[in-house]
């Protein structure tokens, strides 16, 4: 088995294209080794900001050779009367490149059986590389030099080889060879004999060219800076893999800066560090001040050698900039109090047609007020909480610092002496802030979250800007999953049908999308159980069809969707089934005992009313189970379409009566 190796040497790539150029190129040589029936073993694909690598490992020498039968004309065709091929014959032949002995005849149809030899790995890898390549896909695309073809970013070199033998392509406009090159600041022309040596002589040359290896060491290095300070860094995913796509040799600077800056939102210094900078801010790792901000960071920089001094005083130059701004803001806005804010909101616009945001805070509260009492809660937070939770969009930190909306409106609360739920409640009610963060903690931020959430979704629907496949406007899916998440995670007993009924009825236009919104949460709310549950079960237990809501009580829906997963009676399913498809039509549940003409009818009839929830779906389930074999028996013994059309009538209520039991858990036709 054979091993190849493929790099591609650029100018520094931006660092977002690198992903997903790594997922093209694994799923496009994997295609291309299996659309030709070649084996291998792996397909690994290295990236850095100046290079592009795959090696393929256990790759066979060749396609294997087959035997392929190919079907000709009819015998009499492609023979004439002496046995000897017409003129249709010896084409059928010599196209494909047989003699008239390797053709043979079955069922009157001239057939021949063709070897075709595999090509060899190599040439096929000639053919096929600059094409995977030419197929890779990204933003920002750009020409240089002469030529027509767009790529990210200018290719530098191009490195080719299988096992021991050079494989000879063109990428655009550079050819390939077995040389390529180390860090800038390193050793350049470096001749790989084999693809084994490919990563040492690298590393050799200071470049990680592994993306897991350097990642990995991106957080030894920060961890052992930390650690030298007794101090901690939450280093978080997206940060890291910037950082692990913006270096191709990490090494890991500590940087201080004026503790005067720790006066004001320590989100808004991380900001500028991580956001704005790329730098790991850290933090105290014990005491009483434990996860408090200190003032040192690490930076990783792309750097060869021992002189820390200008990187240092550069990172410094650059954060005190950003900071002396932030402080500014901060002390311009905090000399009056957050509230004094709200009035301004009057001149932001929330969405087109649907007012100011100081008329959605008015809605927020308003529906916080509804949501607070539907939980049986009084807390004079909470509407607090609901008019300070939009005041800071004001303020001229909020205004650099988009993204801390909340955080900095929780600060200004503190420095203005909210209480403490109030700046809580401020901070969480946009959480949680994407698929994998917290929910809110505090109720302030529940409740306002769920009001301000369900205000943005309903306005969105009443507008027709519903989202699309391609389209998710003001992130409605995002909200919509952010109320289920705080519902669930809270076990909040809250009506969400009727708090968006509330909701759409405050909006400054009518529109009638109560349903279309209720769908649109119960889908979100199957795609967010799905990874758990059989879709099935989770559509069967959404059940709008025979009047079931999941929108009435989430926790509800959950717990019949765990006791439904348990189902595994084939008899229960047989019955419901079989009582739902004889009630095609709606029939009523007056059952009258005095119109029993068997034993069976009045056996069923003393099991349905025996079967009644009691809020323990497993013990219900096990109910409707306990009762199977008096439903087979009713439907053995007795003919519901009686002749008598009031014993049939009341036959159908009887089962219909029955069919009210089985629908409380889930619509059965689905499962």
Known sequence: MSKYLFEVGLEELPYKFIP????????????????????????KVMATPRRLAVIVDGLASSQPDVVKVVKGPIAKVAFDEQGNLSKAGEGFANKNGVSKNDLYVEDNYVYAKISIKGKNTKDLLQENVPVIFSKLQGPHFMRWGNNDVKFSRPIRWVLSILDNEEVKIR?????????????????????????DEYVSKLRDAKVIVDQDERRNKIIELTNIEADKLNATTKISEDLLEEVTFIVEYPVAVTCDFDTAYLTIPQEVAVTVMETHQRYFALYEKTGVNKGKLINKFVTITNYIGNEFENIKAGNLRVIK??????????NEDTKKPLESYVESLKGMTFQKGMGSVYDKTGRIINLSEKIASALNINKPSIKRTAELCKADL???????????????????AR??????????????????????????KSIEGQVVGIADKIDTICAV??????????????????????????????????????????????????????????????QRLIIFLNSDYSKNVLEACSGLNIGLNPCKDLNDYVARVKAVSKLSDEKLLENANRVLRILKDE?????????????????????????????????YLQDLISINSVVTKFFDDVLVMDKDESIKNNRLSLLNTLKNKYIILTDFSKL
Do not use: W
């Not at 093209?24 to 073993?41: A, M, R």
């Open 415 to 440: 420095v203005s002496g909210e209480e403490q739920g109030v700046q809580d409640g401020i901070r969480e009610h946009y959480f949680p802030l994407n698929a994998d963060s917290e929910t809110a």
């Open 171 to 195: 990428i655009i406009d550079k050819d390939s060879s077995n040389v390529t090159n180390g860090h800038r600041f390193s050793t350049q022309n470096i001749v790989i004999n084999n693809p």
């Open 394 to 412: 004001a303020t001229n930190l909020v205004f650099e610092f988009t993204e801390l909306q909340g955080f900095i409106g929780a600060d200004y």
């Open 587 to 619: 029939a009523d549940t007056n059952v009258k005992e005095s119109l029993f003409a068997e034993q069976a009818e009045k056996d069923l009839y003393k099991a349905v009313q025996s079967v009644n929830f009691a809020g323990d779906y497993d013990k």
């Open 20 to 43: 997903m150029a790594i997922d093209q190129l694994k799923q496009g040589f994997e295609k291309c080794f299996s659309d030709n029936n070649v084996e291998y073993n792996t397909v």
């Open 321 to 330: 900039a950003r900071l002396d701004d932030a402080v500014f803001f901060f």
């Open 461 to 522: 629907f009443a507008a027709g800007k519903k989202p699309t496949g391609s389209s998710d406007p003001l992130g409605v899916r995002r909200a919509a999953l952010g109320i289920i998440k705080t519902i669930l995670e809270h076990n909040l007993k809250l009506d969400l049908s009727s708090i968006i009924k509330d909701a759409i009825s405050l909006l400054p236009v009518k529109a009638d999308v109560q349903a279309d919104v209720e769908e649109f949460f119960v």
